[in-house]
């Protein structure tokens, strides 16, 4: 979260390069709660399989770990 209040997020690890999570930055915006932004993590989330997990995985963990990064830092 940034001193002027908005918030700025990114999700790493999921895909081949990082990715801005710009609607959870926007749903944040917008008064939406940690757990309601959260949910639009994977927007523009293009995440490939690989050993670390499938596709749905990563799409689960970027859902989850954002909402709990969100709420560490409200």
Do not use: C, F, M
């Amino acid at each position: 979260r940034l001193e002027d209040g908005s918030w700025r997020v990114g999700i790493t690890n999921a895909a081949p390069t990082s990715v801005r999570a710009t609607g959870v930055e926007q749903a944040l915006a917008s008064g939406a709660s940690p757990a309601e932004a959260s949910r639009r993590a994977t927007e523009g989330l293009d995440p490939t399989a690989d050993l670390r997990g499938s596709v749905e995985y990563k799409k689960h963990l970027a859902e989850v770990l954002t909402q709990r990064a969100l709420e560490g830092a409200t």
